[in-house]
Structure formats: structure tokens, C-alpha cells
């Protein structure tokens, strides 16, 4: 059974950095692309970054480029995504989820996801 649980979320200052984490089970990131999805109150979900499972190759969304890395540890079965830069509009829960095409904006969470708030 595929779990996965999101961590590194926080209160933060614009400008600011946080490093989200995504810890899944078995050995996903071996076979699967997935990436990081996010959704404010209210708002329509939002794909942000993906990558695939063996070269490890990147996708990112316009808002990301330049500000966000998505990485993986492959043996720890956890991504990561580097988030800097922060803006208040980057505030919402980031979710962890399997990428099946790209651009990707729909998804269906897998786990609680972590919340992203950044204010002054």
C-alpha cells in the first residue's frame, strides 16, 4: 500500500526558505514520477514541480523556475522540494502525488500535505 507523508511546512517571512519533504513508501520513487501539488483555500489546485524516476529529470511551473528545486533520495524514498524566494502568494498546503502528465494541475492527495504560510 502506497503512503506518503508531507513535512517542512511553516510560517515563514516573504523571502524566506523552507525545504518540504515527501516520505513514500516502497520503493516509488524507483518506478514512478511524481512531484508537488498545492492548493490554497478556495483556490483551484495548482501543479508545481515533477520528477522522473531514474535520470531524474525536472519539470517545473512558471511560478517555481528559479525559486524551487525538486530533488529525491532514491534509497531514503523521500523527495524534497527546496522552496526560496517565498512569496505571499506562495501560501497554501503543498501536497505530494504521482505525476502522470505534465503540465499537471489536478491530482488527489495522498496524504495530509503540509502547510506553507508566508507572511510578515
Known amino acids: 500500500q502506497l503512503q506518503v507523508v508531507e513535512s517542512g511546512g511553516g510560517l515563514v517571512q516573504p523571502g524566506g526558505s523552507l525545504r518540504l519533504s515527501c516520505a513514500a513508501s516502497g520503493s516509488f520513487l524507483d518506478y514512478y514520477t511524481i512531484g508537488w501539488f498545492r492548493q490554497a483555500p478556495g483556490k483551484e489546485q495548482e501543479g508545481v514541480s515533477c520528477?522522473?524516476?531514474?535520470?531524474?529529470?525536472?519539470y517545473y511551473a512558471d511560478f517555481a523556475k528559479g525559486r524551487f528545486t525538486i530533488s529525491k533520495d532514491n534509497y531514503k524514498n523521500t523527495m524534497y522540494l527546496q522552496m526560496n524566494s517565498l512569496k505571499p502568494e506562495d501560501t497554501a498546503v503543498y501536497y505530494c502525488a504521482p505525476c502522470t502528465t505534465w503540465p499537471m494541475d489536478l491530482f488527489d492527495p495522498w496524504g495530509q500535505g503540509t502547510q506553507v504560510t508566508v507572511s510578515s
Open positions: 520528477i522522473t524516476p531514474s535520470d531524474g529529470k525536472t
